[in-house]
């Protein structure tokens, strides 16, 4: 095939991909609401309590955890980060918050302003029906918690 008929028809398959996918999410900003945020967790019978447009009051598993919404635009966000403090542990090295950050690749560890070890996860999402990708998150991030949690129990349990 003649190479400029071979850059010709790869360059109409580009604009015309292009301007398909620019018809099909024509509209639709994206991200995901907070409101969307709440109905993954109802679906999953976990209590979610919207605080206000960008942040959910959450629970599950026991554990209870904030969700704010980053990255937004009208009332969409594209990241989402699920935090959770552990006052009760206030005095927790960090040396043991390092320890957790280098061994675990879900949940960042930190101490907040009081000493009181917090961990955190962001969550991406991209378009309104990522609902999905949203729960998968939730899940890794519900992992996290748990095992932090534990981690945080082994600590005491030592001193």
Excluded: K
Excluded at 2 to 22: H, I, K, P
Excluded at 29 to 54: H, K, L, R
Aim: proline letters at 3%.
């Amino acid at each position: 095939m003649n190479r400029n008929v071979f850059l010709f028809l790869a360059a109409m398959a580009a604009f015309f991909g292009e301007a398909v996918a620019q018809e099909a999410g024509a509209g639709a900003e994206p991200g995901m609401t907070i409101e969307e945020a709440a109905a993954v967790f109802e679906e999953q019978s976990f209590t979610a309590e919207i605080v206000d447009a960008y942040a959910l009051a959450a629970e599950a598993w026991s554990h209870r955890f904030l969700v704010e919404g980053f990255n937004c635009g009208e009332a969409r966000c594209t990241e989402f980060v699920f935090s959770a403090a552990f006052d009760d542990a206030a005095g927790f090295s960090l040396e043991r918050i390092n320890q957790w950050n280098l061994q675990e690749p879900a949940g960042r560890a930190f101490l907040n302003a009081e000493g009181a070890p917090m961990i955190d996860h962001v969550v991406s999402v991209g378009a309104p029906d990522d609902a999905d990708v949203f729960y998968e998150g939730l899940l890794l991030w519900l992992e996290a918690l748990e095992d932090f949690s534990a981690y945080l129990d082994e600590g005491e349990a030592a001193s």
